[in-house]
């Protein structure tokens, strides 16, 4: 997969994406951003649902791509553009395989290994992480820093996403260490403006 088919700027929803978030990501989608990741938890699969395919119909509307966290079937019932698998959902290639040739399917790693296991299984992209530390997720392990980005975009020819903890302060030094792109939650939807948050982070990874 050619790395121009996917987004340099992934916008990640917050993990408990509620009705506020979803207006917040409709507006960031209908202002310009590129990729957004509907990523919904504590809510009922018909709550997913109705979150997920509001997002779809603003996507499709902008020309942006929309994808699923975790939920390969919610991103059919949907149809969102493609699905990301985390290391206790379905694997790569399973995803692959329901969602079709012409779906993204992303992939979260943590290292070479894995990274080259998800690109071997038909992997569009490894979502690679966590990059710095967070407050968005908890249990996660120990921030890999631009290193590891540099490590695993080393052993990949599939493009590389660096996640958790990214700002506009330190997007750069991501992309300097081999990333393609970078994926945000809070440096967008936690800034005292989000849409002003988002044009600076299209501005820094070439999607502005």
């Not at 809510?43 to 975790?70: F, H, K, P």
């Not at 392990?141 to 080393?154: H, K, L, N, S």
Request: net charge negative; glycine share 12%.
């Amino acid at each position: 997969m050619l790395h121009g088919t996917i987004s340099r700027l992934h916008v990640v929803t917050p993990p408990g994406a509620d009705r506020r978030d979803l207006i917040t990501t409709q507006a960031l989608v209908r202002d310009g951003a590129p990729l957004v990741q509907v990523r919904t938890k504590g809510v009922d699969d018909r709550g997913r649902l109705e979150l997920a395919a509001a997002v779809v119909r603003a996507a499709r509307s902008a020309g942006a791509t929309c994808l699923v966290n975790d939920r390969v079937d919610i991103a059919l019932a949907a149809g969102a553009d493609g699905v990301h698998v985390g290391k206790d959902d379905l694997p790569a290639a399973s995803a692959r395989r329901l969602l079709g040739a012409g779906a993204v399917v992303g992939a979260t790693c943590r290292n070479a290994e894995d990274a080259r296991r998800a690109e071997g299984e038909g992997a569009s992209y490894v979502g690679v992480g966590p990059v710095y530390g967070t407050s968005t997720k908890t249990g996660l392990p120990d921030p890999i820093g631009p290193r590891g980005i540099e490590a695993v975009a080393a052993a990949v020819d599939i493009p590389v996403i660096g996640i958790s903890g990214v700002t506009a302060a330190n997007a750069g030094a991501v992309l300097d260490a081999g990333a393609w792109g970078v994926a945000v939650v809070a440096a967008v939807y936690r800034a005292d403006d989000s849409l002003a948050a988002l044009h600076e982070l299209m501005e820094i990874t070439g999607c502005g």
